[in-house]
């Protein structure tokens, strides 16, 4: 049994190493928008973490099975289409709400995960997930600015395609070798999103180095090393304990763009940095749910990268 805590606290804290790249490459991935357009930077960055990966572990994709082609691509779909509808939301939206909406992924994940498992929510989970989304209100909305119109919904979508990434990662990743579902993954949302963007966006005229040092960057530690970390670590941990921990995502992008963007921390967004770390700290301490199916998962591992 201490063999399966070390492992859930080293899922978590990758998962939290995960939180703090993404939140961190926040304000790097916004300045190189202005010079590119989202789909063609998505499009570029995931080939590039593919290309990457690929270099990488050659063994491991070299033998991709049909079966892992298969999920990878019911997980790209899903991570596609929470990337998809949070840009397009966002052109309707204001960022705040784009924010807020995007991390009620965090109460999406078990309802639907109780909902696939035909399991009733404990009250500790409940009480954690709305700390969690109190906390990311606080954070994202300031009094009498929300209201919800057309890109609130898109971006309602990009919470549940995020939601449903992660619910189908815990269903999927188990059975293969991560490096090769995770290839398969980011390949198909690279891809699709490449074709977009060609289609419906101005080619750049030059890549300045705002633009070349974010997608290097994103490639490298927010696409390929974090979603890597994820498809290799979520089965030791369940998809909540996940989602709650991912909602630091934005403290730590907020603490970002107070270091290096000139934001302002008011004493609203540090109120529900707060909540949001309380959050955490009570889903990784706090009884460790769904043990039998960690376990079982556990039982038949992937076969260990090259």
Known sequence: MLYKINKRSQAEISMLIVAFIWGTTFVMTKNALADIGPFLFLGIRFITA?????????????????????????????LFIGYTFQTVGLQYTS??????????????????????????????????VLLAAAGLYLMSVQPGTFHLGRGDLLVLVCAL??????????????????????????????????????????LPHSFPASVTGAILVTAVFATTMAFLLQNAMQKYSTPTRFAVILTMEPVFAGMAGY????????????????????????????????????ETKDQNPAPVLD
């Open 161 to 202: 395609g995020f939601a449903m990434h992660i619910i189908s990662v815990d269903r999927y990743s188990h059975r293969h070798n991560p490096a090769a579902i995770t290839a398969i993954q980011i390949l198909f949302v690279g891809v699709v999103c490449l074709i977009i963007g060609l289609i419906f966006e101005p």
């Open 50 to 78: 593919f290309i990457l990966l690929a270099i990488l572990s050659y063994k491991n994709i070299k033998q991709i099975a049909r079966s892992t082609v298969w999920s990878g691509i019911l997980i790209g779909f899903f």
């Open 95 to 128: 960022s705040s709400n784009a924010g807020f909406i995007t991390g009620l992924s965090v109460v999406l994940v078990p309802i639907i995960y109780s909902i696939v498992n035909r399991r009733l929510l404990g009250g500790s989970v409940i009480f954690t």
């Open 259 to 294: 270091l290096w963007g000139g934001d302002i921390l008011t004493v609203r967004i540090m109120a529900g940095m707060a909540l949001i770390l309380a959050a955490m700290l009570l889903s990784i301490l706090g009884k460790k749910e769904d043990v039998s199916n960690i």
